[in-house]
């Protein structure tokens, strides 16, 4: 089981910027895919933004062009950088992962939940207008 651990949470005004870390013990398996969701109070966890095994991307189209998803293969670490943050923004941000020995061309949960394995335990990030 990898483990995932979430940093880089906090409290900014609209507008402002925040960048979340993620950093994963060792995968074991080529095929690694990540993401990132998020819950807000009362309402269910979303998907925020997913790279694929090879680097494809896929953002929620309420954060597209504000959020930038990239992962350092090196140091098994995904980040998300948050630009333009917004009230609607504030939640509890969670990574997860996936590993596949195999795969026929590009391995892409996407934001299918139930295909990561991992889960961190989340940071918290709040903004206010």
């Known amino acids: 089981q990898v483990q995932l651990v979430e940093s880089g949470g906090g409290s900014v005004e609209a507008g402002g910027s925040l960048r979340l870390s993620c950093a994963a013990s060792r995968f074991t398996y080529r095929y690694v895919a990540m993401a990132w969701f998020r819950q807000a109070p009362g309402q269910e966890r979303e998907g925020v933004a997913a790279?694929?095994?090879?680097?494809?991307?896929t953002y929620a189209d309420s954060v597209r062009g504000r959020f930038t998803i990239s992962k350092d293969n090196a140091e098994n670490t995904l980040y998300l950088q948050m630009n333009g943050l917004k009230p609607e923004d504030t939640a509890i941000y969670y990574c997860?992962?996936?590993?596949?020995?195999?795969?026929?061309?590009?391995?892409?949960?996407?934001?299918?939940?139930?295909?990561?394995?991992?889960w961190g335990r989340g940071t918290q990030v709040t903004v206010s207008s």
């Open positions: 790279i694929g095994s090879l680097g494809s991307t």
């Open positions: 997860a992962a996936d590993q596949m020995l195999t795969s026929r061309g590009e391995y892409v949960p996407g934001f299918r939940q139930n295909f990561y394995h991992s």
